[in-house]
C-alpha cells in the first residue's frame, strides 16, 4: 500500500499548487491513496497577531473541503483521496476546535502542537521565542502540549512527534523520560503516529520522529502511517520510501489507513 497522508497546498500561505496537483502527482508516482490535509485556520490569535502565510483563513475552510471532496468524486476510477486536515492543538482551546471541525466529513485528522501559546516554535520567523527559555524547557512544555493533545480525543494522528527539534536546537539534559511517558500516553489514547519525512530535508536532517522513537512507538505497538509534509506538489511522496524502509526494520508489517475518522490497518 502506498500512501501519503501529510500534504498542503496554496491555501495554507506558505505552499505552492492547487490540491489537484498534489492528487495529479499522487497518481503521476504511483499512489495508492492520497491524503489533502492542509493546515487548520488559526483560531486563538487576534488576526494582527497571525504571521502571515501561516494557514488557511477560516471563511476558506468550507471552500477547501468542498473541493476535496469533489476531486474525491472526480478521480475515484485513478486514486483514493482522503478528506484530511493538519489540526493544530491549542490548550484551553478544545471546545472551539471541536466546534469548528466536528461538521465536516473528515477522514482522519493530524493532531499537531505548532504553538506553545501564541509563540510558533515551527515558524522560522519566531526564533527569538528559543532565546527566552532554557531548551529543554521548550522541549518538555512541547511533549506535554502533545500529551494533552492526545488525551483530548480531537485527533486520528499525531503529527510530526519531535517536530520541536526542526531548527536543530537540543535539550541541555536528557529527556527521554517525558518522551517515553509521552508515547504512553499516545498508545493509552489509540491513537496513530506518523513517519514525516519532511525532517529528512531540514535541519535535522532526520525523520520525524527519530528513528530510536520509533523503534519505541513499534515496541508499545503504536500504529504508524506515513506522510511527507509536502509543500509542493514535486514534493508528494518524496522521502517515504526511506519512512517505509525504517518501519520494515523495525518490524512493522502494516500501516494505518483512514476512512471517516476509522482506522483501517493495511498491509505495507
Not at 499512489?31 to 487576534?46: A, N
Amino acid at each position: 500500500m502506498f500512501v501519503d497522508y501529510h500534504t498542503h497546498h496554496e491555501r495554507c500561505g506558505h505552499a505552492t499548487g492547487v490540491l489537484r496537483d498534489y492528487v495529479e502527482q499522487a497518481i503521476k508516482v504511483g499512489l495508492q491513496q492520497i491524503g489533502l490535509s492542509d493546515h487548520m485556520p488559526i483560531i486563538h490569535l487576534p488576526k494582527e497577531k497571525i504571521y502571515p502565510g501561516s494557514a488557511m483563513e477560516l471563511d476558506e475552510l468550507e471552500e477547501y473541503v468542498k473541493e476535496v471532496l469533489n476531486l474525491k468524486a472526480e478521480y475515484q476510477n485513478q486514486i483514493e483521496i482522503k478528506l484530511g486536515l493538519e489540526g493544530d492543538y491549542i490548550e484551553g482551546y478544545e471546545e472551539q476546535i471541536e466546534k469548528l471541525l466536528s461538521p465536516y466529513p473528515f477522514d482522519y485528522i493530524i493532531g499537531s502542537v505548532h504553538f506553545l501559546g501564541e509563540w510558533d516554535h515551527s515558524d522560522s520567523r519566531q526564533m527569538e521565542g528559543w532565546r527566552k527559555k532554557p531548551i529543554s524547557e521548550i522541549f518538555a512544555e512541547y511533549y506535554q502540549a502533545v500529551q494533552r493533545a492526545a488525551k483530548s480525543g480531537l485527533y486520528d494522528i499525531v503529527g510530526h512527534f519531535d517536530v520541536i527539534k526542526k531548527h536543530g536546537h537540543a535539550p541541555e539534559k536528557d529527556i527521554s523520560p517525558i518522551i517515553d511517558e509521552t508515547l504512553q500516553v499516545i498508545k493509552a489514547s489509540g491513537m496513530a503516529m506518523e513517519v514525516n519525512t519532511s525532517g529528512l530535508f531540514k535541519v535535522v536532517k532526520e525523520v520525524f520522529p527519530a528513528p530510536s522513537i520509533i523503534q519505541k512507538a513499534v515496541d508499545l505497538e503504536i500504529p504508524f502511517t506515513l506522510g511527507s509534509d509536502a509543500h509542493q506538489p514535486e514534493h508528494v511522496h518524496v522521502g517515504v520510501e526511506e519512512g517505509r524502509k525504517l518501519l520494515k526494520e523495525f518490524g512493522v508489517q502494516q500501516i494505518a489507513t483512514f476512512t471517516e475518522r476509522q482506522r483501517i490497518m493495511v498491509s505495507l
